[in-house]
């Protein structure tokens, strides 16, 4: 009967009419914003401005993988114009001697670039290339990929003089040639297409053929000054690291380091206005 309350019921109800008994004690609301703040933040796309700055440090990451790399292994891992002369000068050798170990590590570098770049271009491409999430993961997966060779020289140190052509040689080869070319293709996404990170040529060609060369404000100029100069340091890194005891795993570790580094700092990196409005 309306009116009427049964034994130990309470009449108190809620703002919307909901009674006090019948709320949930944790609303759902209270999580919504929450959650919706998050997936929008993740969703948003990267401002371009200063994005330059990581990919400046990509450079140096560079100079320490290859320095490394090619007197450890023999090969680069990240500029495949060394490696292409490398597979011609094997090749130009099967005519009079055997080839040469170096052209199957330089083939096995470009062959693994080359795929990578395929994969990581259509991943930026597919799931839109200046998101955070999308730059978050393909930094994370170059994290994961030179932390596995890392691991790999770790517990199994290659002897590239006793068998040049190991597992231990090759596989760490293809995964951070796998993952280098993902900084060049970061470069493409923030429209930065002269700082893919595994050029210098094209770089001291512009520089040196800028007609503002020795201007005051010149940000341009400033890019590609800075460029060699952090690859230059990096390669010093390299060439430390294989001289020591941490020899190119303690580099390899040092670069995975790096790389997380930067699936922070796109974690915390400002977003477009226009991209946030958006989402």
Not at 65 to 91: E, H, K, P, R
Not at 164 to 170: E, H, I, R, S, T
Not at 179 to 194: D, E, H, I, M
Request: net charge positive.
């Amino acid at each position: 009967m309306a009116g009427q309350r049964g034994y130990g019921t309470v009449g108190n109800s809620g703002p919307n009419g909901v009674a006090d008994e019948d709320a949930p004690l944790l609303a759902r609301s209270s999580l919504r914003p929450g959650r919706a703040s998050w997936r929008a933040r993740m969703r948003a796309e990267v401002s371009c401005s200063w994005a330059d700055a990581v990919l400046l440090a990509c450079y140096m990451v560079t100079g320490l993988l290859d320095s490394c790399s090619i007197q450890v292994w023999g090969a680069f891992v990240s500029m495949q114009t060394g490696n292409t002369v490398y597979v011609g000068l094997g090749l130009a050798s099967l005519v009079s001697t055997t080839p040469s170990p170096r052209l199957f590590k330089s083939a096995v570098s470009i062959s693994c670039f080359c795929l990578g770049s395929y994969f990581f271009a259509r991943f930026h491409r597919f799931f839109s290339p200046k998101r955070r999430w999308v730059l978050c993961a393909s930094f994370a997966a170059q994290t994961l990929f030179t932390s596995a060779a890392a691991l790999i020289t770790s517990t199994n140190p290659p002897d590239p003089e006793a068998d040049p052509l190991a597992w231990n040689v090759l596989v760490p080869i293809a995964l951070v040639a796998f993952q280098s070319c993902g900084q060049a293709v970061t470069s493409r996404a923030l429209r930065q297409n002269a700082l893919t990170s595994v050029v210098l040529t094209s770089i001291y060609c512009d520089l040196f053929s800028d007609r503002d060369l020795f201007a005051l404000q010149n940000v341009t100029r400033n890019r590609r000054v800075i460029a060699p100069l952090l690859l230059l340091l990096g390669a010093v890194l390299g060439g430390l690291f294989s001289n020591h005891s941490a020899g190119i795993a303690g580099a390899l570790w040092l670069a995975a380091g790096l790389k997380f580094c930067m699936v922070v700092t796109w974690f915390l990196w400002p977003a477009e206005a226009d991209a946030e409005s958006d989402n």
